[in-house]
């Protein structure tokens, strides 16, 4: 078990020929290793969806955001490059060989964990942007980067924490903080008995658990008006927002999502789910969330839709835009809403527009949901949805196709009887120009990323961040697709090893979340650094395919869905004559440990190695830690709750209930711990029953992994536990030897069941 965030250092490189690894003197490049992937400078948009180059308002700047690991330091550094708009355009105007232009500004930020720039967006005014700043107490701060006095100034203060913002000038914003309330009495600490009812099983055994954020305080509302900062209230009590901010263009109210109390049983009919049995469906005298117009001087509130979000009832398309407004204040854009009904029959939810002063109600976009099989026709996710250039007359949005992961552009337009009709569509997202050029980053799934001006006549990269990558053989990463016994279509993205040579059969690690976002971006790693490592393990001579998530959740197919698919692809790779099938492994991350542990309790495939990380297992022991939240996902993939007669089905289909049929050696890491709680059945139950098993507790709070040193213990994991058990490989660092002592036992037992298994049985007397 890591004792610290440095106790497993790894340093990975292929030195011998071993199952199709060339060594290290036959290369003429080195291999890309989980160190050179935390060094690499990568773009990425913290305010969600694909990574974009924002020009302030009146066009005069632009800023772009990056990200990249220093392990050296063990910080991660976050910074937002500031460019002059007209530097950039004399640039394209120059012949070739000219010097690039360098940002008029650059702001660094560093901690030891990140992201550390959070938010960020221009002021109105284009004086300079404003972001939550990471402290290294984990808190974070709102402050203002000048642009023009090339300055950094904090609006809030270091002794509380900002949870979310908006913003129109240094004299106008608003954000969220929680109240500093600890959620475990000082005075507990010196009680011989502590009353346990009602509390989190998290907050009785921390020593600190106001460190714990997973079931934190709630955030209430603060404002400041012409510089003056106060909380907002409402009848005396704290406002508490749960959701986006968008504060009207005069900064005297503001847009959220509130919990409402007040739900008739009506709306139990008036706004079901997709699918009759989906069990995310409203409640009469449940709370739930609305959209509600906040006066941010009296406190008043008006509800501005009559009905819930649409999230709150069922498993529609999620939606990750927030609340906005018409530059003219008359509009306001609510992503993800029911609308209440004139007719008071059941309705869907809908991308609407609400015009003041007379809130009158309309629908631009209807949103499509889940089955209890896959999606209905014309699924897709909303990233961003926006007023066409703030025009209250034009709707913007954005989709993220299911198929195949690509980004469109739909456009609305206001006709005369205020309804809305399809104006456009597009491949996409809508192109930024600024007088006859624009500026983008371009990137791909095998691209690393490159800052790229264009015109019409001239296209020239103004910043390359990585030019080391130069010296590394990457290999080729595609796009791969198959077909599984239910006729569904799966793809992926294949990472073939740098030395490929065809006809050569490769030894195969499949990991298992995130594919999607890996098409719109260069992620080594194959998007989440917790487990997954593609271009490292690819680089040592194993093939990686990065799935895509393609099953239906919460149902009781979820899990064998998946086992399917994954079964199909390996299948499929090893006729193509591309697989050792001897030799093929799998990495589990998140929600998809659940898809491991199910494929290695019921697949037919043979896997050599698996490894999972932090993640959901539907077993009983992570169940009972959390019943009433986990009962809404576990019950309905497990067929029923784990009492009386359901406790027979969850015997059969619950993976924790089934260690005994894993045949196949496990990595089991834990992100700190309260992960090692929810980490700790398939660990303690395979070890009892002398099967090889191993765990690793990373010393973190992170669930996606942003600190080089615990990235490089988690990733650099990941390769030499598969490259042990799928090429026979150990690497000869002395720092691990105790790793590969451990291991070469879990080998010995792993030798014997297989002996026993495989052993003729005697009849008894």
Not at 69 to 95: A, C, I, T
Request: aromatic fraction near 10%; proline fraction near 7%; include cysteine.
């Amino acid at each position: 078990m890591l004792k610290g965030k440095k106790v497993i250092p790894v340093f990975i490189g292929g030195f011998l020929c071993l199952n199709g690894v060339v060594s290290r003197a036959q290369q003429t490049r080195p291999p890309f290793t989980v160190a050179d992937e935390i060094g690499l400078t990568l773009f990425s948009d913290p305010n969600g969806g694909a990574p974009e180059v924002h020009f302030s308002p009146d066009g005069n700047y632009f800023v772009v955001y990056s990200e990249r690991g220093h392990l050296d330091l063990d910080r991660v550094e976050d910074s937002l490059r500031f460019y002059r708009s007209q530097d950039v355009e004399d640039f394209l105007n120059r012949p070739d060989g000219s010097q690039r232009p360098s940002p008029v500004w650059v702001v660094n930020r560093s901690e030891k964990q990140g992201p550390i720039i959070n938010g960020w967006r221009w002021l109105a005014d284009s004086s300079g942007v404003a972001f939550l700043e990471r402290m290294g107490d984990d808190s974070r701060r709102l402050v203002l980067a000048d642009v023009r006095r090339k300055t950094i100034e904090p609006l809030t203060s270091t002794m509380g924490t900002v949870n979310d913002f908006d913003i129109r000038d240094q004299r106008h914003y608003v954000y969220t903080s929680p109240n500093r309330t600890p959620e475990r009495k000082a005075s507990d600490e010196h009680q011989v008995a502590i009353v346990g009812t009602g509390r989190d099983i998290w907050q009785l055994l921390s020593p600190n658990p106001s460190k714990l954020t997973l079931f934190g305080n709630r955030n209430y509302l603060w404002a400041v008006m012409n510089g003056r900062r106060f909380q907002v209230k409402h009848d005396g009590e704290p406002i508490a927002p749960d959701g986006s901010l968008a504060l009207a263009p005069d900064g005297s109210s503001l847009v959220t999502k509130l919990l409402s109390s007040e739900v008739p049983s009506s709306w139990e009919t008036l706004y079901p789910p997709p699918y009759a049995s989906d069990p995310h469906r409203v409640q009469a005298g449940k709370p739930l969330h609305q959209y509600y117009l906040v006066d941010l001087q009296t406190g008043s509130v008006r509800d501005l839709t009559g009905a819930p979000v649409s999230n709150e009832a069922g498993l529609w398309a999620d939606v990750l835009a927030g609340p906005s407004w018409s530059n003219d204040g008359q509009a306001i854009l609510l992503p993800g809403t029911f609308l209440s009904s004139r007719d008071h029959i059941p309705s869907r939810p809908c991308i609407a527009v609400v015009d003041l002063p007379f809130y009158a109600r309309s629908c631009v976009e209807g949103l499509k949901g889940r089955t209890d099989t896959g999606v209905e026709e014309g699924y897709h996710m909303i990233p961003g949805a926006r007023f066409a250039d703030g025009d209250k007359q034009g709707v913007m949005v954005i989709s993220i196709n299911r198929t195949d992961s690509s980004l469109g552009t739909t456009e609305y337009l206001r006709t005369a009887d205020g309804t809305w009709q399809l104006a456009k569509q597009s491949k996409g997202v809508p192109e930024v120009w600024h007088d006859g050029f624009k500026v983008i980053v371009e990137q791909g799934l095998d691209e690393p990323p490159l800052l790229i001006a264009t015109n019409k006549e001239t296209l020239r990269v103004i910043w390359d961040p990585n030019p080391q990558l130069k010296n590394f053989e990457l290999g080729e990463a595609r796009v791969y697709t198959w077909r599984e016994k239910e006729r569904r279509d799966w793809r992926g993205a294949l990472y073939k090893p740098s030395n490929y040579e065809l006809g050569q059969r490769y030894p195969l690690v499949i990991q298992t979340h995130g594919f999607g976002d890996a098409t719109r971006g260069f992620r080594p790693s194959g998007i989440y650094p917790a487990g997954f490592a593609a271009r490292a393990l690819a680089a040592v001579g194993i093939l990686v395919l990065q799935v895509d998530e393609h099953c239906p959740v919460l149902t009781p197919d979820e899990g064998p869905c998946a086992a399917s698919g994954y079964e199909a692809a390996a299948n499929q790779l090893v006729s193509e004559g591309l697989v050792d099938p001897e030799r093929i492994g799998i990495i589990g991350f998140s929600r998809t440990c659940f898809y491991v542990m199910e494929t290695l309790t019921t697949g037919s495939i043979h896997l050599r190695a698996a490894s999972i990380t932090d993640g959901v297992m539907e077993d009983y022991f992570q169940y009972m830690l959390r019943p009433e939240l986990l009962a809404k996902e576990a019950n309905p993939m497990i067929g029923a709750p784990p009492f009386g007669k359901g406790l027979q089905q969850w015997l059969k289909r619950s993976p924790g209930f089934n260690l005994d049929k894993i045949t196949t050696p496990l990595l089991v890491v834990a992100e700190g711990s309260g992960s090692l709680l929810t980490m700790w059945a398939p660990y303690a139950g395979l070890h009892y029953l002398h099967k090889p098993v191993d765990l690793i507790m990373l010393n973190t709070d992170e669930h996606v992994l942003t600190n080089p040193a615990v990235r490089l213990a988690s990733q650099g994991s990941s390769v030499d536990w598969f490259r042990f058990w799928l090429q026979d490989y150990e690497d000869p660092d002395p720092a691990k030897a105790e790793q590969y002592k451990r291991w070469r036992e879990l080998r010995k037992l792993q030798e014997a069941n297989e002996r026993s298994s495989t052993a003729p049985q005697t009849a008894s007397n």
